[in-house]
């Protein structure tokens, strides 16, 4: 009996012993997440450190590459660190010009060592067929038209400087645009479209008798296509036949050979996967909408018998220039000319990366 006694009060006082307090929880809990904290958390932190330097050393041996200095590294490397693949920044000028934008923004100073580095990285010029993705890729002189007040007049890129773009007026003006006032400039890019902006007016100054607005850089530039597919500036020497009149396909399925002296020689001087531009000695009485048969041998690919329509006709002194449309071109010399302009394409791009 005394026995059971005392077990009974040593059961009531573990009883209370064991209770778990609100503060026994919380320290419990806390030891909990700092358990998970260590096992899962810090590791992922660790590999993301090592991947960030990992990323910043191949970042500075790439840009050790093309010669840059460490301050420029760094420099570029305060905007690269937020992309995937930072190093891409040294192989695209549209990711170089993104970042240089924000650079020049965030500290003035930055533009020595943006100078410096495109002409580095031979991101001076952008060739022909790449888009444009900021005005500070408009060429010098290029020609437009500025809009303002819901009048239109003729204008050109006359300078830019890496925080600016300044364009003449070559028209009179009624109405001076004030400092702080919206303008929009517009204007044709040569085998690529028309692109368009907006943007508020910096300052204004005369350049002789021309008034020049101060426009700040921007990345939104608008682009109409005019162009279904890229033309491709080439020389190939092509054979051309006219018929004088519209031909159909399943005409000329049931044609004969057309003999080799009806055909006259000319030169393709651009070509897409849609059409071309061929070029002929002397003077030509054609039509728009006529037909015309033309071959050609591009990279020992040979092309015989396109039946191809004249869609227009430009008339020079020495020589006449067509732009035609393929009408029975086979899908596999489609695929074959896309290819061709690819290829050439990747060799200007490396040929412009080599600064040659």
């Not at 070559?170 to 943007?199: A, C, H, M, N, T």
Request: glycine letters at 6%; proline letters at 3%.
């Amino acid at each position: 009996m005394n026995y059971q006694g005392r077990f009974e009060t040593f059961k009531e006082a573990t009883k209370y012993m064991f209770e778990p307090s609100l503060q026994d929880i919380i320290i419990s809990l806390f030891g909990l997440f700092a358990s998970i904290s260590v096992l899962i958390l810090l590791p992922y932190f660790i590999s993301k450190y090592i991947k960030s330097n990992m990323l910043k050393r191949e970042f500075k041996v790439v840009g050790e590459s093309f010669g840059l200095e460490e301050e420029e590294i760094n420099v570029l490397y305060e905007c690269a660190r937020n992309l995937s693949e930072p190093s891409k920044l040294f192989h695209s000028k549209y990711v170089f010009e993104k970042c240089a934008g924000k650079l020049i923004k965030k500290n003035s100073e930055n533009i020595p060592i943006i100078v410096s580095v495109r002409k580095k990285l031979k991101f001076e010029h952008l060739p022909w067929f790449l888009p444009l993705s900021t005005t500070r890729d408009i060429e010098l002189y290029q020609t437009g038209f500025i809009s303002y007040k819901g009048n239109s007049y003729s204008a050109a890129v006359w300078e830019k400087t890496e925080k600016e773009l300044h364009i003449a007026i070559l028209d009179r003006l009624e109405d001076i645009p004030e400092v702080g006032k919206k303008i929009s400039f517009s204007f044709l890019r040569e085998d690529d479209g028309r692109y368009y902006f907006q943007e508020e007016v910096l300052n204004t100054y005369l350049e002789g008798s021309k008034i020049v607005l101060v426009l700040p850089h921007t990345e939104k530039l608008g682009k109409i296509q005019l162009r279904e597919s890229v033309r491709w500036k080439v020389s190939i020497p092509a054979r051309v036949f006219f018929f004088g009149r519209v031909v159909t396909p399943e005409e000329l399925s049931l044609m004969e050979n057309i003999p080799n002296e009806a055909f006259v020689e000319g030169t393709i001087e651009d070509i897409s996967v849609g059409g071309l531009k061929v070029c002929l000695k002397g003077p030509f009485e054609l039509r728009e909408g006529e037909s015309l048969l033309i071959e050609f041998e591009w990279k020992n690919n040979y092309f015989d018998r396109i039946l191809s329509e004249i869609i227009n006709i430009r008339s020079l002194t020495e020589k006449t220039c067509i732009g035609v449309k393929f009408l029975n071109l086979k899908k596999s010399q489609e695929e074959t000319i896309r290819k061709l302009i690819l290829e050439e394409q990747r060799e200007v791009l490396r040929s412009y990366k080599m600064g040659k």
